[in-house]
Nanobody, 117 residues
Framework: VQLVESGGGLVQPGGSLRLACVAS????????MSWFRQTPRVVREWVAL????????KYVDSVKGRFTISRDNAKNMVYLEMNSLEPEDTAVYYC???????????WGPGAQVNVSS
């Protein structure tokens, strides 16, 4: 199994970024997929979930209305569109199957997001 995140970077408060994650080695289309984030102060936090068919999404309260999770099962990819970014969103972002903070599969390298003026 391999999970590889991309799309991170430095952005000013109020800006936007789109993260992508490509998955391989497991039946992607059968699994709920989530985005998580980790900072030096927070071990790991679940951020967003999308069901296998993409019909249902859920978010942590702090990102509701600002972040959008989506997926493309034909490409084995999951995305996180992040708008109205805040300094508190600064973190390394990871994707994984399910919602367990331990990770259903080995974690990928993550995508560093820095929100700063």
């Amino acid at each position: 199994v391999q999970l590889v995140e991309s799309g991170g970077g430095l952005v000013q408060p109020g800006g936007s970024l789109r993260l992508a994650c490509v998955a391989s080695g497991f039946p992607f289309y059968k699994y709920e997929m989530s985005w998580f984030r980790q900072t030096p102060r927070v071990v790991r936090e679940w951020v967003a979930l999308i069901t296998p068919g993409g019909d249902t999404t859920k978010y942590v309260d702090s990102v509701k209305g600002r972040f959008t999770i989506s997926r493309d099962n034909a490409k084995n990819m999951v995305y996180l569109e992040m708008n109205s970014l805040e300094p508190e969103d600064t973190a390394v972002y990871y994707c994984n199957a399910g919602t367990t903070l331990a990770g259903a599969y080995n974690w990928g390298p993550g995508a560093q997001v820095n929100v700063s003026s």
